[in-house]
């Protein structure tokens, strides 16, 4: 819809996930498992059985430990010596295919942020970038284009077991 993941989207992803999982992640839109989230260090735990046990289980568990949670935007271990020619890649790679739009740029430019800066510069970075593609007449065009894709195969006035017939 031509905006970019905000509230700290980009700066926290790419430090839990690293920047290439954090591109591939954005980029494509892409959902993923429970369990792939949890492999990535996305969550903490699949909960199994009811939600509200799990979660009290949870809780307890790691009241009782030592161990305190460490802020995913002070992280730093994904983000340290990454080779930004990473960045330039992408967006050169990507060029053709995301010519006329501004936030898959964009995208590509807080996830280096991420890597480069520190989490209050990297905050501010993505807040400005957001901006910028909120207020960009592209995104009204890509919104409008959004919805029109989804209302171009509906006729008004059709029955609704009418089915399209596939074209080949």
Not at 101 to 123: N, R
Request: net charge neutral; glycine share 8%; hydrophobic share 45%.
């Amino acid at each position: 819809l031509g905006l970019l993941p905000g509230a700290g989207g980009t700066q926290r992803l790419t430090r839990t996930v690293g920047p290439v999982t954090a591109l591939d992640l954005i980029l494509s839109g892409r959902h993923i498992s429970a369990n792939q989230a949890l492999e990535l260090g996305l969550i903490d735990e699949v909960a199994e059985g009811p939600l509200l046990d799990a979660a009290v289980e949870f809780a307890r568990k790691h009241a009782a430990s030592d161990k305190r949670p460490v802020k995913l935007i002070e992280r730093t271990d994904k983000v340290n010596d990454v080779d930004l020619s990473l960045f330039t890649t992408t967006l050169a790679q990507n060029a053709k295919k995301w010519a006329g739009t501004m936030a898959p740029g964009k995208i590509v430019d807080c996830i280096e942020a991420a890597c480069t800066l520190a989490p209050a510069d990297g905050l501010a970075f993505e807040r400005k970038a957001f901006q910028e593609c909120l207020e960009s007449p592209n995104r009204a065009a890509q919104v409008h284009l959004f919805f029109a894709e989804r209302q171009a195969p509906k006729v008004s006035g059709t029955a609704k077991e009418v089915k399209p017939l596939p074209i080949a």
